[in-house]
């Protein structure tokens, strides 16, 4: 078995419980030690697999592999070489190690990296390749291990999932200011939106919200055309990773979809449209170059789920509050019956729609703090 933990986004942690539930009854894993409220469980590889295929909210998933007490340096080196390291790490693996230090006598992380790199090198014999121990997520076959130093315990986790979990392949283009597709998946979920309804997008850019949309009403994996950090490992079982991939297509579920994005910049819907075109619901969104004011809406009722520009300076720009303010008009003219969940970082902003909003969820999106504000119209 397996100790995981999932790292997701500030703001997310409820929804990602919520997924990992849903993934576990859905397909019957085997989980033991689940701490729903810190993430963490514990399960066999092929589960491993079946997470890091299905779970729409999070960043990546850690492995814990090792737990030591160390209060000096030799020690900490002397630990961390008596590790299987060899299973995660080929000459050719590029390594990038990310270590902070709390409460303990070894507190310079830098230090306690590099005597972590002393230890994996006295375990496999060769240097390990070392790439940049800063914040930057990993590219695909960069080995992340995290190593987390607290009370003079050292946690070292190995990171199973490679790029982040938000990057599905998709999305090649960019328009303005995407939001990443993890949160455009956290906006459906908070939603419960669940494809029997209309869905709208009014401001859609590259048209992340839509596509993400697609994905989640025929519950198809976000992962499933991606490489992970896992495939590397002299564990990797092949067999266990294709089977685990014949048995979620099968649980794909295709069926007619009302999803719309729109946007008034015609160079948004040519992006959008080429992000589309090569995805399993290349057929499943329609598009229009339109203003917010002529947004097409079905007869239907269902949902408005959208990430509008932000204003960072609010007093000044009368611009962006004029277009949350038609925004707002055009909603409660010709949405009455549906459901609307914005993004905004402004709570006066937001107001300008004349809505009677409830903030419902909040993450940093491209490091800025913003609010999902819900309205039933
Ligand atoms: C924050 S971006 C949306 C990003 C999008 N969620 C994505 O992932 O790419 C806001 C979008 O609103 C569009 N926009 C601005 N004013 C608009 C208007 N009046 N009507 C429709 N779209 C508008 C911009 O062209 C831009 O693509």
Same mark, same amino acid.
């Given at each position: 078995?397996?100790?995981?933990?999932?790292?997701?986004?500030?703001?997310?942690?409820?929804?990602?419980?919520?997924?990992?539930?849903?993934?576990?009854?859905?397909?019957?894993?085997?989980?033991?030690?689940?701490?729903?409220?810190?993430?963490?469980?514990?399960?066999?590889?092929?589960?491993?697999?079946?997470?890091?295929?299905?779970?729409?909210?999070?960043?990546?998933?850690?492995?814990?592999?090792?737990?030591?007490?160390?209060?000096?340096?030799?020690?900490?080196?002397?630990?961390?070489?008596?590790?299987?390291?060899?299973?995660?790490?080929?000459?050719?693996?590029?390594?990038?190690?990310?270590?902070?230090?709390?409460?303990?006598?070894?507190?310079?992380?830098?230090?306690?990296?590099?005597?972590?790199?002393?230890?994996?090198?006295?375990?496999?014999?060769?240097?390990?390749?070392?790439?940049?121990?800063?914040?930057?997520?990993?590219?695909?076959?960069?080995?992340?291990?995290?190593?987390?130093?607290?009370?003079?315990?050292?946690?070292?986790?190995?990171?199973?999932?490679?790029?982040?979990?938000?990057?599905?392949?998709?999305?090649?283009?960019?328009?303005?200011?995407?939001?990443?597709?993890?949160?455009?998946?956290?906006?459906?979920?908070?939603?419960?939106?669940?494809?029997?309804?209309?869905?709208?997008?009014?401001?859609?850019?590259?048209?992340?919200?839509?596509?993400?949309?697609?994905?989640?009403?025929?519950?198809?994996?976000?992962?499933?055309?991606?490489?992970?950090?896992?495939?590397?490992?002299?564990?990797?079982?092949?067999?266990?990773?294709?089977?685990?991939? #014949? !048995?979620?297509?099968?649980?794909?579920? $295709?069926? +007619?979809?009302?999803? &719309?994005?729109?946007?008034? /910049?015609? %160079?948004?819907?040519?992006?959008?449209?080429?992000?589309?075109?090569?995805?399993?619901?290349?057929?499943?969104?329609?598009?229009?170059?339109?203003?917010?004011?002529?947004?097409?809406?079905?007869?239907?009722?269902?949902?408005?789920?959208?990430?509008?520009?932000?204003?960072?300076?609010?007093?000044?720009?009368?611009?962006?509050?004029?277009?949350?303010?038609?925004?707002?008009?055009?909603?409660?003219?010709?949405?009455?019956?549906?459901?609307?969940?914005?993004?905004?970082? #402004? !709570?006066?902003?937001?107001?300008?729609? $004349?809505? +009677?909003?409830?903030? &419902?969820?909040?993450?940093? /999106?491209? %490091?800025?703090?913003?609010?999902?504000?819900?309205?039933?119209?």
């Amino acid at each position: 078995m397996f100790d995981i933990y999932f790292v997701t986004p500030p703001g997310l942690e409820v929804l990602t419980r919520q997924e990992i539930d849903q993934i576990i009854h859905q397909y019957q894993l085997v989980i033991t030690n689940f701490h729903p409220e810190k993430l963490e469980l514990s399960c066999d590889l092929r589960s491993l697999y079946i997470f890091n295929l299905t779970i729409r909210t999070a960043n990546r998933i850690l492995v814990r592999t090792n737990t030591f007490k160390a209060t000096n340096f030799g020690e900490l080196v002397d630990k961390s070489s008596k590790f299987n390291w060899e299973i995660y790490i080929q000459p050719e693996t590029k390594v990038k190690i990310r270590t902070t230090c709390k409460k303990s006598r070894l507190y310079h992380s830098d230090a306690v990296t590099e005597r972590i790199i002393q230890g994996l090198k006295k375990r496999l014999g060769f240097e390990p390749n070392a790439v940049s121990t800063k914040q930057d997520d990993p590219d695909n076959n960069e080995q992340l291990i995290v190593v987390r130093f607290f009370r003079d315990i050292c946690t070292i986790s190995l990171d199973s999932s490679g790029a982040p979990l938000h990057q599905r392949g998709y999305r090649t283009h960019t328009h303005k200011a995407p939001i990443r597709e993890n949160l455009a998946a956290a906006m459906l979920l908070s939603m419960s939106w669940d494809g029997k309804t209309p869905l709208v997008d009014p401001f859609c850019g590259s048209g992340t919200i839509p596509i993400e949309a697609a994905y989640l009403a025929q519950n198809i994996p976000p992962g499933i055309n991606r490489h992970f950090q896992f495939m590397a490992w002299r564990d990797y079982q092949e067999k266990t990773f294709t089977e685990v991939k #014949d !048995l979620l297509t099968t649980a794909i579920r $295709k069926r +007619p979809l009302q999803i &719309i994005g729109s946007d008034r /910049n015609a %160079g948004a819907i040519q992006i959008a449209r080429q992000n589309i075109t090569d995805t399993p619901v290349s057929k499943d969104v329609l598009w229009f170059e339109h203003a917010v004011s002529n947004m097409e809406i079905p007869e239907q009722p269902g949902m408005i789920i959208t990430n509008p520009p932000y204003g960072l300076r609010i007093n000044t720009n009368k611009d962006i509050r004029n277009l949350y303010a038609q925004f707002g008009n055009v909603l409660r003219e010709r949405c009455e019956g549906w459901q609307v969940l914005f993004l905004c970082n #402004d !709570l006066k902003l937001a107001t300008q729609t $004349k809505l +009677p909003i409830k903030k &419902i969820i909040g993450f940093s /999106n491209g %490091g800025i703090p913003v609010s999902g504000y819900y309205a039933k119209i």
